[in-house]
């Protein structure tokens, strides 16, 4: 696997060392100026590190000074088809251009956009989908196969590389989660560029988070990937909670709780889901490395759970409460997260 290159998505870096940053959407029309601007709000509250915008007209080019001025966080300018989309996307104040080389026209305009990025010190992410593919490749694969992707993705980078141009970020996305995952194998042993990450149309939040967890979660779990996005058909807020819960998995990003808890069982005589989703809702935006367990069970929980730092058991309408497996004192049910919340202040 090659050495990664390092690019800078405004004062984001991605790549070469950098830790893996979680990006997301806005899905407001464009045309609604407003619902953008406060989706894009949201978003930063949520914790996402990178926005991308769609620019589908020079109508939309105004949502790019009007976010830059709502949030500190860089925004990406999604562009398809029209060339000079990008170069006004770029004048406006866009940290970064998404381009899709094989859809803007000839040489010439890819040219223009290379030497507007080139001027304004703004990366080019390449970004190539399964449903998006040349003919030709198509052809020669006979469908979107991994190596169409990467055929793809590596000869628009030769097309920026041909004119200077090497400040790139790739992703070569489908909707297939195996031939996503060999794609990025494939491109990380090829190219020293960052590599996004994401399953495209990858469904709504049940199934999609079942996809990108596995997708994106078995290339980062192999060192391949800089930054991700976990597309999902709901608020794009849940795919920002959904890339850290992914990173957090594996023990990367910023430190943060990890929540273990029990999947219940005949003995639970507490609303220990309700109870386990409270204290989940609760410790976001929490920056201690601790582990935290919501167990079901008073007669095991505490030995179960031994190595956790602070963690509470059900009983019967009551709690207890236990630090490291030793047991702190009972607390009544309606109590119990509080109580446990108060401790967790206390760490």
Same mark, same amino acid.
């Given at each position: 696997m090659k050495e990664r290159k390092q690019v800078l998505v405004g004062s984001v870096p991605v790549g070469k060392g950098a830790p893996v940053t979680v990006q997301s959407m806005l899905?407001?029309?464009?045309?609604?100026?407003?619902?953008?601007? !406060?989706?894009?709000?949201?978003? +930063?509250?949520? &914790?996402?590190?990178?926005?991308?915008?769609?620019? =589908?007209?020079?109508?939309?080019?105004?949502?790019?000074?009007a976010i830059r001025r709502a949030v500190a966080i860089p925004l990406v300018?999604?562009?398809?088809?029209?060339?000079?989309?990008?170069?006004?996307?770029?004048?406006?104040?866009?940290?970064?251009?998404r381009i899709n080389p094989g859809n803007i026209g000839g040489e010439d305009r890819v040219l223009a956009v290379v !030497?507007?990025?080139?001027?304004?010190?703004?990366?080019?992410?390449?970004?190539?989908?399964? &449903?998006?593919?040349?003919? +030709?490749?198509?052809?020669?694969?006979?469908?979107?196969?991994?190596?169409?992707?990467? +055929?793809?993705?590596? &000869?628009?980078?030769?097309?920026?590389?041909?004119?200077g141009f090497t400040d790139i970020v790739i992703s070569m996305k489908s909707s297939d989660v195996d031939t996503t995952i060999r794609a990025y194998e494939l491109c990380a042993e090829k190219c020293p560029y960052p590599l996004h990450l994401g399953v495209t149309e990858a469904g709504t939040e049940r199934m999609g988070l079942v996809k990108s967890a596995i997708g994106i979660g078995s290339?980062? !779990?192999? &060192?391949?990937?800089?930054?991700?996005?976990?597309?999902?058909?709901?608020?794009?807020?849940?795919?920002?909670?959904?890339?850290?819960?992914?990173?957090?998995?594996?023990?990367?990003?910023?430190?943060? =709780?990890?929540?273990?808890?029990?999947?219940?069982?005949?003995?639970?005589?507490?609303?220990?889901i309700h109870i386990a989703q409270e204290v989940e809702d609760r410790l976001r935006g929490c920056s201690k490395p601790i582990t935290v367990a919501v167990m079901g069970c008073a007669v095991n929980g505490p030995g179960e759970a031994r190595?956790?730092?602070?963690?509470?058991?059900?009983?019967?309408?009551v709690g207890l409460l236990f630090?490291?497996?030793?047991?702190?004192?009972?607390?009544?049910?309606? !109590?119990?997260?509080?109580?446990?919340? +108060?401790e967790i202040d206390k760490l």
């Open positions: 899905n407001v029309p464009s045309t609604d100026l407003d619902g953008s601007v !406060q989706q894009a709000v949201a978003l +930063e509250k949520a &914790g996402c590190q990178i926005l991308r915008a769609a620019i =589908p007209s020079f109508d939309a080019v105004a949502l790019i000074p300018a999604d562009i398809h088809f029209d060339y000079r989309l990008a170069l006004a996307a770029a004048d406006a104040g866009a940290n970064a251009i !030497q507007k990025c080139r001027e304004k010190h703004l990366p080019i992410r390449i970004g190539v989908n399964s &449903g998006s593919l040349e003919k +030709e490749l198509l052809h020669k694969f006979g469908g979107p196969t991994p190596e169409a992707l990467v +055929e793809s993705a590596l &000869g628009h980078a030769a097309l920026l590389e041909k004119h290339l980062l !779990q192999r &060192g391949i990937g800089d930054t991700i996005r976990v597309s999902l058909t709901a608020d794009p807020v849940r795919e920002i909670y959904a890339g850290y819960d992914i990173l957090k998995a594996l023990k990367l990003g910023k430190p943060s =709780p990890t929540l273990i808890s029990c999947p219940t069982c005949g003995r639970t005589r507490i609303d220990l190595e956790a730092d602070i963690g509470i058991a059900g009983g019967n309408s630090r490291k497996g030793e047991i702190i004192r009972k607390v009544p049910e309606t !109590q119990l997260v509080d109580a446990l919340m +108060e």
